[in-house]
Every structure is written in structure tokens, then in C-alpha cells.
């Protein structure tokens, strides 16, 4: 199983990203697909998720109304659209995928230990 994520870069506070994540080697059509971040010297942060084919979704309450969490289960994607940009959201996003289908309210979606496959990183750089 691949994640691999693109769409990083840097841009100025109020601009928009999209990040995009392809999955290959098997689906997550039923499962959860999450978007994490990190800071150096900082944990692993969950910022959203988007599980089962209905598209339930939760957002960390510091993205909430700013980021916009989607997939494609034809091509197996997750995006994340960024917008209203902060300096905080610089990081190191990641991509990650659960083939485990959680209870829906479970915590597990929001924890990175919920997930055993991630992308490779990209970064995001947010000027002031």
C-alpha cells in the first residue's frame, strides 16, 4: 500500500492550498482517510478526516471553517482544501488511511494511532 501526497508549498497568510493524496494497493472506500500535521519538536496533530463512503468528516477546531476535507472513491483520493491561510498552519502535512472500519464516533479517527498507512509528508509554509 502507497500514500502518496503532493500539493504543498508556500504561500502567503490568507492564500489557499489544495493537498491531494492518492492511495494505491488497495481501497478505503469503507474506512477512514485522515489528514495529520507536524511542527519539529512537536507531535503528530490530527486536522481532519473523512470516513466511509457517505463522507462523514470532523475537523480539528483550529482548521474548523478554513479546511475542507473530500475524497474520490473512484480514484481512491483524499483532498484538502486550505483556505484563509495562518503562519500556525505551517507544517509538514501527512496523508493517512485505516482499512479498520471504527464505530463512527470512535476516537480512534482522530488519533494517529487509528491509522497504519501514511504518505510521505508535504511541506506547507505559511508567511505572515
Known amino acids: 500500500v502507497q500514500l502518496q501526497a503532493s500539493g504543498g508549498g508556500t504561500v502567503q497568510a490568507g492564500g489557499s492550498l489544495r493537498l491531494s493524496c492518492a492511495a494505491s494497493?488497495?481501497?478505503?472506500?469503507?474506512?477512514?482517510m485522515a489528514w495529520f500535521r507536524q511542527t519539529p519538536g512537536e507531535e503528530r496533530e490530527f486536522v481532519a478526516v473523512?470516513?466511509?463512503?457517505?463522507?462523514?468528516?470532523r475537523y480539528a477546531d483550529s482548521v474548523k471553517g478554513r479546511f475542507t476535507i473530500s475524497r474520490d472513491n473512484a480514484k481512491n483520493t483524499v483532498d484538502l482544501q486550505m483556505n484563509s491561510l495562518k503562519p500556525e498552519d505551517t507544517a509538514v502535512y501527512y496523508c493517512?488511511?485505516?482499512?479498520?472500519?471504527?464505530?463512527?464516533?470512535?476516537?480512534?479517527?482522530?488519533?494517529?494511532?487509528?491509522?497504519?498507512?501514511w504518505g510521505q509528508g508535504t511541506q506547507v509554509t505559511v508567511s505572515s
Open positions: 493517512a488511511a485505516t482499512s479498520v472500519r471504527y464505530n463512527s464516533g470512535s476516537p480512534y479517527y482522530q488519533s494517529k494511532e487509528g491509522y497504519a498507512y
Open positions: 494497493g488497495r481501497t478505503f472506500r469503507n474506512s477512514g
Open positions: 473523512i470516513i466511509t463512503s457517505a463522507g462523514t468528516t
